[in-house]
């Protein structure tokens, strides 16, 4: 107890709450991303109907913020558990083989993410003398984000992983009305 008389933070109430400001931060770039597709995207097609120069940098500026906003979102899926799974294992009647077939499937995530990391410094390294054709912005810079995002990934995929080992599969609920006329029976 400290002097107020309340116990200090324990370390894993640390790290949930840096995790959720980093989630938080991820999703606000994504949402940006998203904002910025929407409205070079709408600039685009104004451009089309109304006279004047087109803005060139509309489609490359688009094209950048949907892989940042890919890349951003890929860490808080896996947290989430809203990335692309096939869930019929989760119906298997043993927890135990749904537990390893979810830790297996986040170490092949986590993998991946490691493979996707070392690929982005690569790109990192050899394209920060390629300049993007409209912009000019070097490349490098375009691929910050989908390290930072592959890095985030891959942290969130073996934190999951430890997590689903330790205390078991992540189930998914499900909605009566999603489950046929059996269900109801």
């Given at each position: ?73 890929a860490g808080v899926l896996v947290s989430t558990n809203g990335h692309i799974a096939l869930e019929i294992v989760d119906a298997v009647p043993n927890q135990l083989v749904v537990r390893w077939v979810q830790v297996f499937a ?80």
């Amino acid at each position: 107890m400290n002097d107020d008389g309340q116990r200090p933070p324990v370390s894993g109430d640390r790290l949930r709450q840096a995790a959720a400001v980093i989630t938080r931060i991820e999703i606000g770039v994504g949402a940006l991303a998203l904002i910025i597709i929407f409205a070079m995207v709408l600039l685009q097609a104004v451009q089309r109907y109304v006279p004047g120069p087109d803005i060139a940098w509309t489609g490359e500026l688009a094209r950048f913020s949907l892989i940042w906003l890919t890349f951003a979102a890929a860490g808080v899926l896996v947290s989430t558990n809203g990335h692309i799974a096939l869930e019929i294992v989760d119906a298997v009647p043993n927890q135990l083989v749904v537990r390893w077939v979810q830790v297996f499937a986040l170490v092949v995530i986590a993998a991946t993410g490691v493979l996707l990391t070392m690929e982005a410094l690569a790109l990192l390294d050899t394209q920060q003398i390629i300049k993007s054709p409209v912009l000019r912005v070097p490349m490098s810079v375009v691929y910050i984000p989908v390290l930072i995002g592959v890095v985030s990934l891959t942290i969130r995929a073996v934190i999951a992983a430890v997590l689903v080992a330790r205390n078991g599969p992540v189930t998914t609920e499900y909605d009566v009305d999603d489950q046929g006329p059996e269900a109801l029976a």
